[in-house]
């Protein structure tokens, strides 16, 4: 077992290492780059950019808003996967924002059935598995203009 991925397949929990700086390190001479996992900071400014309350940006992540309670009151940090769910939820908003103007245009179209996403309204798909991936492809068309 001399290769990282051997290694990893040999111990899966240690897939992704967590480190303070985000920054990769090197192990058997390879680069392994590691992740820092979201903080309640993080939420509450993804819940700035969203203009979502606790509850709806809560629920979007999967989890309750009880949940985010907690994590302020104990200063947790999130889970990878939830890590993940916030920073492109985080890059949609972001991205919503700039490419219809505002915040209020972003979530009207939201709510509307969309041509590119099969006449699924967005804010429906972000509630299903693939579905953050699906909208956050379907911004990025429209910003260069891919869709009609």
Same mark, same amino acid.
């Given at each position: 077992m001399n290769s990282v991925k051997e290694k990893v397949k040999a111990n899966p929990? !240690?897939? &992704?290492?967590? =480190?303070?700086?985000? %920054?990769? @390190? !090197? %192990?058997?001479?390879?680069?392994? @780059?590691?992740?820092q996992n979201a903080s309640v900071k993080e939420f509450d =400014?993804?819940? +700035?950019?969203?203009?979502? +309350?606790?509850?709806?940006l809560a629920a979007l992540v999967g989890i309750t808003h009880r949940t985010i309670r907690n994590k302020k009151t104990n200063n947790e940090l999130f889970d990878i996967a939830q890590t993940e769910r916030l920073? !492109?939820?985080?890059?949609?908003? &972001?991205e919503g924002n700039e490419v219809?103007?505002?915040?209020?245009?972003?979530?009207?179209?939201?709510? !509307?059935? %969309?041509y590119g996403l099969d006449y699924n309204t967005p804010d429906e798909l972000?509630?299903?598995?693939?579905?953050?991936?699906?909208?956050l492809n379907e911004v990025n068309a429209i910003k260069f203009g891919d869709t009609i």
């Open positions: 929990a !240690k897939k &992704i290492v967590t =480190s303070k700086n985000g %920054a990769g @390190h !090197k %192990a058997n001479g390879k680069v392994v @780059h590691t992740m =400014s993804l819940k +700035n950019v969203a203009g979502y +309350n606790n509850e709806e920073r !492109k939820l985080n890059l949609l908003f &972001i219809f103007g505002n915040k209020e245009q972003f979530h009207n179209w939201l709510q !509307k059935p %969309a972000l509630k299903q598995p693939g579905g953050l991936d699906k909208v």
